[in-house]
């Protein structure tokens, strides 16, 4: 049998007839996919034939430290050489997850005991589920299992953490979400407010709404909620003001968890560590994954209060053995890279640019677009944010879907070399690399106003 890659093909043609992608129309893919990436420098990204992008997302929100840093690719190329993989199951470790462990758990918020890693968002939110189970469980409350989860949320993609995500199209004809996953409103102001009411008053019922759900279901049946600070894929969505510190009473009040899933938050994307810092969460239990390594490797890695932990520790005598992990927890290579990236990002203080260019960013954004008749709300924190595109301003009214707006305007951009996510409601999303500079962040303003021109 002949391995060797088929150069005779293009490398279009060899992705169309070998590589299933993820959430992609695979119809559209066979006739127009795919672009391949081939290199990339600092916010930018260069193709397989050359032409160079400004990544105006990061990856998928994760390339925080920005592309081609040396000092991770020589952490990584250390480590590969030294010890490329081994496992942690029954107490065995090795050293960069010791570390890296030990670096998360001093930076998150809360009083965090202790981390398990695991390889993607995904899996980390598939693990706090089992937790949540597991800790209820071992505190003889087998019947606190549900978990409540909002409206466009999104946790990923596995049977549980789909499930917790509150997008149709992670649902539709995959028979989820499970039967123990609660829903409750999208905190999103500009859509959810009924006409006159303030944001307080916003946050005021959506604080009520999920009281009455709390009580509905029965608080004794509920192990969880779980909540990304600035909702992602659900379109870039800041919650209003004072609605986690309403949230958290409640929650402490029933006796459930405070999941936060800080996968796209964390390590500095609202110009704080973690998105729990911006807002004030205590959480009892955190994701994280992503800027955990800028997306050099995959590693995510799932946090737990000292409560959380003390609980599995005491059981541990007549249980026994904890039973999950993966093959690749604490993977060294894996590790090494989180520890050479989180080094790099405290010392060129990238969490601190992701607020001053996000504020630059944001300003820019308002001046040029603030009046566009087509653009009904700008919307963000940090170097995270979204413009959503209206028929109508006064009314708020949505394009027809049909007319697939905000995927033309997409397009257009990509054309002019920015790269930007086309979400729900005709929504631009932007998420680029931390390292961003001012005249990167007036040059995203710049194509992204051409691009809306051009296709209203
Ligand atoms: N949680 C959040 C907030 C995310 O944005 C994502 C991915 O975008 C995930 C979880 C899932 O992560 P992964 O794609 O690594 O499984």
Known sequence: MDLSPAHNQSLEDLDRENIFHPFTLPSEHMAHGPKIMV??????????HGTVYLDGLAGLWCVNAGYGRQEIVDAIAKQAALLPYYHSFASMGTEPGVYTADTVRR????????????CSGSDANDTQ???????????????????????????????ASGSLTG???????????????????????????????????????????????????????????????????????????G???????ILKANDILFIADEVICGFGRLGTPFGSDYFGIV??????????TSGYQPLSAVIVCEEVWSTILESSDYLG??????????????????????????????????????AHFHAALHSRLGDHPAVGEIRGVGLMGAVELVADRATKRSFEPAAGIAKKVQADALARGLILRPMMNDSLA????????????????DILAASIEANM
């Open 107 to 118: 930076m998150v918020p809360g009083n965090m005991a202790r981390v398990l890693f695991g």
């Open 283 to 292: 959480p009892d239990m955190i994701s994280v994954a992503k800027g955990i």
């Open 129 to 159: 589920v089992k937790l949540a189970w597991y800790y209820n469980n071992l505190k003889g409350r087998p019947q606190k299992k549900k978990i409540i989860a909002r409206d466009r949320a999104y946790h990923g993609v596995t049977v």
């Open 243 to 249: 609605y986690f510190e309403k949230v958290q009473k």
């Open 39 to 48: 290199k990339g420098q600092g916010v930018r990204l260069t193709d397989n």
């Open 321 to 358: 053995t904890f039973g999950h992990g993966y093959t690749y927890t604490n993977h060294p290579i894996a590790c090494a890279a989180a520890n050479a990236n989180i080094e790099l990002m405290e010392r060129e203080k990238l969490f601190d640019n992701a607020a001053t260019a996000g």
């Open 430 to 445: 932007f998420s680029p690399p931390l390292c961003l500079t001012t005249t990167e962040a007036d040059e995203i303003v």
């Open 167 to 241: 997008l149709p199209t992670v649902h539709k004809a995959f028979d989820l979400p499970l039967p123990q996953v609660v829903r409750v409103r999208c905190p999103h102001f500009y859509r959810e407010a009924e006409a006159g009411e303030s944001e307080e008053a916003f946050a005021d019922r959506l604080a009520a709404e999920l009281e009455a759900t709390i009580e509905a279901e029965g608080a004794d049946t509920i192990a969880a909620f779980i909540a990304e600070p600035v909702m992602g894929a659900g379109g870039v969505i800041v919650p209003p003001k």
